[in-house]
């Protein structure tokens, strides 16, 4: 019975990695939030600016949004936590306020235009997709690597990471 | 019914007779080349091109195969320490350049100046490897990597000055790659050339590589080549009879780095360009597998395994980009030549090897 | 064997057991003033790297223990690692999550290469260095398979960042930003601007303690027996093959944890490089710590790192120095490098060749008394 036992804890041993797995692909996903201070026409109702948004995020001061700018944030998981301090009026006196909004799990990037959620409209009113087009996307590199006979050439690894790190 | 499965079985086991005795890697890769080599029409590449590119490269590269016998024979198992024999062949290559000769006067030259180099630097290796007889292998592959970044740093440093050799900018310090036009550029290759049509015919390399293959073959016949195959089988056995074994070895090593230097120069003459620097780094490996492609294994080799694992090899690793680019557009040459090549080497690693070696 | 030696011939015998580390102290202390490195500086880089490579290195030694030599195909373990955090720079798990994730996604690549590795060595026995050496240029090809050409088409990468614009097949740098150093940044203490990983460093430490542990087990003996006679370990009754496996197997498995710790600090995988000179890399600095193809400690990984990455970091500012040229010092490292190993291989093998006369000579002479009473009855 020994053996039945010990592949008893094999096998639990193997579920708890895989839960810990699905736990960590929920948890860690990251999504990049693109928040956007600008007028929004919705349901025929159009939704003004505030003057001057700050973003933070834990605590981090993010972005610093006039009329018609674009902050971005990073977020892992599915909660966006973010403090907004609004000014509405040149000159006038800020307020502060936290919100928490719940991302979706397959966008990569988020974006949400501030006066429509502000104004407390629904998910589909602020909240779409970023998508990004492929030609700004990553700097073009067609070349495959291999060297000229094949076996590649020794490099000087980690001689390209000099100093990186402060 | 019944005589057609035996009529198969037969004939399967025939089959199977033959594939043992030709050795089944060999086999696929032979079948592989000759599907290249059928197909090659279909998919638009001249096939005139590809047998005088396929018959190229194989005259570059045979000399540097053929200086894995000695060792093999010998008992010192694959060369891994070519790299020596290169930096003896490419330090008489650059000193023929620098002391000004020209022409294909120059690539004798090289081979003159190489051949002492090549003596003293096999005579060190071989005294070396006779110390630590077998681990012969992985010493003799990183003596090769250490000689090559010692090299790079000579490179530099040593006072070379001929305009065409080093950098043009700090006027010292040879460059990665040296030009061979005007030198001993097809030196060669272009003695008695063959042409018809497409097809390109290195006469002169061709001969060149028989002269050498015949020597090695001769000396392999003579009471001292003899002695040495003895020890390769059986060094008790051959100490017994009264043979040296230490100086055996030692023989063999020096004829396989004299080899590799001349191997080198043989490359670079059809190549027209000197490679220096990191270059020689990896190109033990090439050679190592071709030999053992031909069915040759760590402790037995032929000229005959010489021969057709160089055109086996060389032949898949002309066809393949060709091809598989028109077939497939997909540049995958890469991968296969590492694959088998590699491959290759394991298969011969991982056999017991004959007379139970070591 | 003479009891007592002088102080002389202990302190040279000391010297030739240790020729290897002396010589890296002596280059380190020429070259460091030549460098002009200021010592924060110094220090910051080498805790940085210890954080990198110590846990990549300690995974060579249970194959040491079972005899198996220098585990050159550790590489099977980095290539395990960087398929697992290609996977999730695909799936855009950030943060500390995701390098937990490619951890657990590593796990199952990294057992399949090393049952396949260590199987190849069993039939390769006494030549365990050279076949694992070539097993990791194969492999290589095959990632490269995987990677280049699978991935896309047969294997899902969605994202564009990752794939090359062509359609199918991985870009030659995978940037892991939003993982950066993150397991570095936890805990992490900075005393006199020196940054200390701590939890970098607590890992390390579990890992050590757990080698310790693990020669204490019943496994671990029968690996050190394996080690030390094959034929004996047999008769004792110990599966020689399925032992030697297994060590493959952790090591393997190791080195996939050792990588994904290596990598989260450079930030970035370089997909078709990053691992291929990982192995010379950690092999040189065991040794230059001291190790030998047969025995190698804990201590052997700590003091290696220390004097290799020393020597890494400081050589090519001291080649400029000297001659003018950075580049001279690069060649120079790598050249110690492989330098190191030379030695190190040459050490082991003529030692090992001097104890079997040794045995041989102590076997003939009592033969020869065995022979002498026969006659003298």
């Known amino acids: ?107 990569d990037g988020v974006i949400i235009n501030l006066p429509a959620y502000l104004a407390g409209l629904g998910e589909d009113a602020y909240l779409s997709e970023f998508i990004p087009s492929p030609e700004e996307a990553v700097p073009e590199e067609t070349e495959t690597p291999g060297g000229e006979e094949g076996f590649e050439m020794p490099s000087m690894e980690e001689s390209t990471e000099m100093p990186s790190s402060t | 019914m019944r005589e057609n499965l035996a009529e198969r079985n037969t004939l399967s086991g025939r089959v199977r007779a033959a594939a043992n005795a030709f050795g089944l890697p060999r086999l696929i890769i032979a079948g592989f080349l000759l599907l290249m080599f059928i197909v090659a029409p279909f998919v638009g590449n001249d096939f005139w091109t590809q047998i005088s590119n396929v018959i190229n490269r194989f005259s570059w590269n045979a000399i540097l195969v053929l200086a894995m016998v000695p060792m093999i024979h010998s008992g ?42 090549s003596v003293v630097l096999g005579a060190g290796y071989g005294w070396l490897l006779n110390k630590i007889k077998g681990g012969e292998m992985m010493i003799a592959t990183y003596v090769g990597f250490s000689s090559v970044s010692f090299m790079c740093m000579m490179w530099l440093l040593l006072p070379y000055h001929s305009p065409t050799m080093v950098w043009g900018f700090a006027g010292k310090g040879l460059r990665t790659t040296i030009s061979l036009e005007g030198f001993y550029d097809k030196a060669l290759a272009g003695f008695w050339q063959i042409k018809i049509g497409t097809l390109e015919i290195p006469t002169g390399t061709l001969l060149f590589f028989a002269l050498m293959a015949f020597l090695m073959w001769a000396f392999l016949h003579t009471k001292t080549g003899t002695a040495m195959t003895a020890v390769g089988s059986n060094p008790t056995f051959a100490k017994a009879a009264g043979v040296n074994v230490d100086r055996m070895r030692l023989l063999s090593v020096i004829l396989s780095t004299w080899l590799g230097a001349l191997g080198i120069l043989v490359y670079e003459q059809g190549f027209g360009f000197i490679q220096l620097y990191n270059a020689p780094f990896y190109m033990a490996l090439p050679a190592v597998s071709a030999i053992l492609i031909g069915g040759a294994s760590v402790n037995k080799a032929s000229i005959a395994n010489v021969l057709i694992g160089t055109f086996l090899f060389q032949g898949m690793v002309t066809m393949t980009p060709t091809v598989m680019n028109s077939v497939i557009h997909m540049d995958m040459s890469e991968v296969i030549r590492v694959v088998v090549s590699q491959g290759m080497i394991l298969y011969a690693l991982t056999r017991k090897t004959e007379g139970g070696g070591r | 064997m003479e009891e007592k030696k002088s102080f002389g011939a202990a ?32 220090l910051n880089e080498i805790v940085t790297r210890m954080g990198r490579n110590i846990f990549l290195i300690l995974c060579l030694l249970i194959p040491i223990m079972a005899g198996m030599g220098l585990n050159f195909a550790m590489t099977l373990g980095a290539m395990a690692g960087e398929i697992a955090l290609i996977f999730v720079a695909d799936w855009q798990i950030w943060g500390i999550p995701g390098v937990v994730l490619a951890m657990i996604l590593q796990i199952p690549f990294s057992i399949l290469l090393g049952l396949l590795c260590g199987s190849i060595l069993n039939r390769a026995k006494g030549r365990e260095m050279i076949t694992s050496y070539i097993i990791s240029f194969f492999l290589n090809g095959l990632y490269q398979l995987v990677v280049l050409f699978m991935m896309g088409p047969i294997i899902p990468i969605k994202h564009f960042s990752i794939k090359l614009p062509r359609g199918y097949g991985i870009r030659n740098t995978v940037s892991l930003l939003n993982m950066r150093q993150c397991l570095d940044n936890v805990f992490a203490v900075t005393i006199g601007g020196v940054k200390i990983p701590v939890l970098t460093f607590l890992i390390i430490a579990v890992l050590c303690l757990f080698i310790v542990w693990f020669r204490k087990t019943k496994l671990g003996q029968d690996m050190r027996a394996v080690g030390q006679d094959m034929e004996v370990a047999r008769d004792a009754g110990i599966h020689v093959e399925r032992t030697r496996l297994i060590s493959i197997v952790i090591s393997t498995v190791m080195a996939g944890f050792g990588m994904i710790i290596y990598l ?20 040189a600095a065991l040794l230059v710590g001291g190790a030998s193809v047969d025995r190698a400690s804990i201590g052997n990984v700590f003091l290696g790192v220390i004097l290799f990455h020393t020597m890494f970091i400081v050589a090519p500012r001291a080649g400029a120095a000297i001659t003018g040229d950075s580049m001279i010092g690069e060649y120079f490292r790598v050249f110690c490098s492989y330098g190191v190993i030379t030695i190190a291989l040459v050490m082991y093998e003529t030692k090992k060749r001097r104890n079997k006369s040794k045995t041989a000579q102590e076997l003939a002479r009592a033969a020869a008394e065995e022979t002498a009473k026969e006659a003298a009855k």
Do not use: W
Request: proline share 3%; net charge positive; charged share 10%.
């Open chain 2, 76 to 117: 010192c198992g694959l060369n891994f320490g070519l790299p020596l024999g290169i930096i003896s062949g490419l330090l008489g290559a650059t000193l023929s350049i620098e002391c000004g000769f020209t022409g294909t006067l120059s690539f004798f030259a090289a081979i003159l100046i190489a051949t002492p180099i």
């Open chain 3, 264 to 283: 989260q600090n450079m930030g970035n995988i370089a997909t078709y490089s990053s691992h291929s000179q990982i192995g010379m890399f950690c092999i």
């Open chain 3, 11 to 42: 302190a040279l015998e000391f010297a030739s057991n240790n020729i290897v580390p002396i010589l890296f102290v002596v280059i380190c202390a020429v070259c460091i003033p030549l460098s002009g490195f200021s010592v924060s500086y110094l």
């Open chain 1, 1 to 107: 019975m020994k053996n039945g036992k010990a592949l008893f804890a094999r096998a639990a041993f193997v579920l708890v990695l895989l839960a810990i797995g699905g736990v960590m692909m929920v948890i860690g996903r990251g999504h990049t939030v693109y928040l956007d201070n600008k007028k929004l026409e919705y349901n025929g109702q159009t939704y003004g600016t505030p003057y001057k948004v700050e973003v933070y995020v834990n605590g981090e001061k993010v972005a610093k949004l006039y009329d018609r700018e674009r902050g971005m944030a990073t977020c892992i998981g599915q909660t966006f936590r973010m403090t907004l301090d609004i000014t509405q009026e040149k000159g006038g006196d800020k307020t502060t306020q936290s919100y928490t909004i719940q991302l979706p799990y397959n966008m």
